[in-house]
């Protein structure tokens, strides 16, 4: 396998728009895997796993402020957000993520590490706003598509998000 690495990179982009879709797929038994086996020591697979829980831990507030589903809009800033204006397609199925990925890093040390670590560099990519009204929500790209060679444009696939 002389081409490994970029071997490992389709899979990455691949592992990406999977994880893009349905974070609920990632296990805490891959995590432990992707962290311990040899084959993974260029890191491109775990930063996809990395990057797939950053959106989920900064919506993490989604959860409590909409009530589980329950609600559709709720208050950031004094501003009226709908929850689906936070590039959230299924509200419920997003509350199931954000609850799965918590798990995942209580259960997985480095993983929450790694998770917390990639934050900074998230909200400081956010869009630029300056065209936007005084007090609008900031709007974020999910880090899995830094993996991705194209842009996804498909249902529930949104990848634009507000915290």
């Not at 797929?25 to 990057?51: K, P």
Request: hydrophobic share 40%; charged share 25%.
């Amino acid at each position: 396998m002389v081409q490994f690495t970029a071997f490992q990179k389709i899979i990455a982009e691949r592992l990406a728009l999977t994880l893009l879709a349905r974070r609920l797929d990632l296990t805490s038994d891959h995590i432990q895997f992707i962290a311990s086996h040899n084959a993974f020591r260029s890191r491109v697979i775990w930063q996809v796993i990395v990057s797939s829980g950053v959106r989920p831990f900064l919506q993490e507030h989604l959860l409590q402020a909409c009530g589980a589903g329950q609600k559709s809009s709720f208050y950031i800033n004094g501003m009226l957000v709908d929850y689906h204006n936070c590039g959230v397609a299924d509200p419920a199925e997003w509350d199931k993520t954000i609850i799965h990925c918590r798990q995942l890093r209580n259960e997985n040390r480095d993983y929450a590490f790694d998770v917390t670590s990639q934050v900074p560099r998230v909200l400081e990519a956010g869009r630029d706003d300056s065209k936007k009204a005084k007090g609008a929500v900031r709007v974020y790209t999910d880090p899995l598509i830094d993996v991705i060679s194209f842009e996804p444009h498909y249902t529930g696939m949104d990848t634009d998000f507000t915290i």
